[in-house]
């Protein structure tokens, strides 16, 4: 441990391929992405065919669910072992890592790459520890994963962290002085992808910087309860908590003790092991090049003036119709708690737009979804009819990405699509603070192609 564990931060030891490898066959997106998309997970494979690559280190989620999932997981392994044996890695160096990420659509996001302890990251509602999930867990999820991470000789991050730092000095400040110094990896990405450069921060003016930052929102995140807020977890929660519940596990193996309120207590010896810690990215939440986009509802085979009905009740709002897609659009982006309807009406057969004017002063989706689990809980079956076929069917309920989605489904096939307002970005944290994690599919952190690629890796068990 060293002097940054006040702020659930520790120096990782960090890997990385040799000087003359090929940066750009080795890094590839994190595998929870392009899950109905065989063939991308094949041409990555292609791309670095007899080259190292983290293709051979993960479990790409595509294949989760395959006859052969056991013989992969224990060649991944495998591969890891082969790779630390046979010097692909450079010796790993104790440092923090800045990296500068220009994704295909021209943004540049920039991140810190860190250890988080995991002692100090929650994921259950209501939780005041320092790290905390934004979005609820589905705990189903978290054993699937842990047969991955269990024993596994290394890991390489796709969790991203938020940090709410308005003046932003802990990523970009830092960041900054590192670049006066050459960077330790630059290449492009695979599969169109941009391209990536890391900063070690390891000493001086850099790593003063990142310890005055956290300093300052450690201070500044502060609740009178005396609860500290420091990051919200952005992607990848279940795979932290993943971690969380490896880390929780080899701790009750070696005499841990299980305490009432469900936490584990540390078995000595264990104060500092690799699993008690996990590798993220740290990115500022006013990153300007972080894009943060609603995802929007769509619901079937539910009677639409009833919806909006309920949720003008639900919410407190009042409805007004609006002439053409492109108000409606203006409207809900200019607010933070409006929402636009998308329906056929059953009277006049032509598309309606409604706008549902609300006073909501927390995130508008963490008011919304439950409103809507409430009226689809309640919903009627509906009878619906496809040329001469009729049939009583179900309410439900689908996540759509896009405003073109909202309006190209919108009145379609029975479909009512909901329009949700911009993330706002001032009130993120405090809504996770004050009510607890997100609803399900809340927001999305930029596009696919954008997500976090697979760069550094650290050594985990054995």
């Not at 295909?104 to 250890?115: E, F, M, N, P, W």
């Not at 000493?203 to 930052?213: I, N, R, Y």
């Not at 919200?232 to 880390?247: P, Q, R």
């Not at 492109?326 to 982006?333: F, R």
Request: aromatic share 8%; glycine share 6%.
């Amino acid at each position: 441990m060293n002097d940054f564990n006040k702020y659930g931060v520790e120096i990782p030891k960090i890997l990385l391929p040799k000087k003359g490898s090929d940066f750009k066959a080795w890094s590839v997106i994190a595998c929870d992405q392009y899950t109905q998309d065989r063939d991308y997970w094949a041409r990555c494979e292609k791309n670095a065919e007899g080259k190292p690559s983290c293709i051979n280190l993960i479990l790409p989620e595509v294949y989760l669910n395959d006859a052969d999932k056991a013989d992969r997981i224990a060649k991944i392994h495998k591969n890891m072992d082969e790779y630390v044996a046979n010097g692909v890695f450079a010796p790993e160096e104790a440092e923090f890592v800045y990296i500068e990420r220009k994704t295909a659509y021209g943004r540049v996001r920039k991140g810190l790459i860190v250890a988080i302890d995991l002692e100090t990251y929650e994921w259950k509602p209501f939780s005041k520890a320092l790290v905390r999930a934004t979005e609820a867990t589905i705990v189903d999820r978290i054993p699937p994963r842990m047969e991955i991470r269990r024993g596994a000789p290394l890991e390489s991050p796709h969790i991203m962290l938020l940090v709410n730092d308005a003046d932003k000095e802990l990523v970009e400040k830092s960041g900054e002085l590192a670049k006066n110094a050459e960077p330790i990896y630059e290449t492009d990405l695979m599969e169109n992808s941009g391209s990536i450069k890391g900063y070690a921060i390891k000493e001086g003016a850099a790593l003063d910087c990142v310890k005055a930052a956290l300093e300052k929102l450690y201070a500044k995140n502060t609740s009178a309860d005396g609860s500290v807020f420091m990051f919200a977890v952005g992607d990848g929660n279940h795979s932290l908590a993943t971690a969380k519940a490896v880390w929780d596990e080899l701790k009750e193996k070696n005499g841990g003790v299980k305490k009432e309120d469900g936490t584990v207590s540390i078995p000595a010896g264990f104060e500092n092991h690799n699993a008690r810690f996990a590798l993220t990215e740290i990115v500022n939440i006013y990153d300007d090049g972080l894009t943060f986009e609603p995802i929007h509802r769509v619901l079937f085979n539910i009677d639409a003036k009833s919806l909006v009905s309920f949720m003008e009740e639900k919410l407190s709002g009042k409805t007004e119709i609006v002439a053409t897609e492109e108000e409606l659009t203006k409207k809900v982006a200019d607010s933070k708690a409006d929402f636009g309807f998308v329906y056929e009406n059953k009277e006049t057969g032509k598309i309606e737009n409604a706008l549902l004017k609300t006073e909501i002063t927390d995130l508008a989706v963490s008011k919304l979804q439950p409103a809507l689990d409430e009226f689809l809980k309640n919903a009627p079956m509906q009878h619906v009819c496809k040329g001469e076929v009729c049939q009583m069917v179900k309410p439900e309920i689908d996540y759509i990405h896009g405003t073109e989605e909202v309006f190209r489904l919108g009145g379609k096939d029975n479909g009512t699509s909901i329009l949700l307002p911009p993330i706002a970005k001032d009130s993120f944290f405090s809504t996770i603070a004050n009510n607890g994690p997100l609803p399900r599919k809340s927001f999305s952190m930029g596009e696919a192609s954008e997500k976090r690629f697979y760069m550094e890796c650290r050594a985990l068990f054995g």
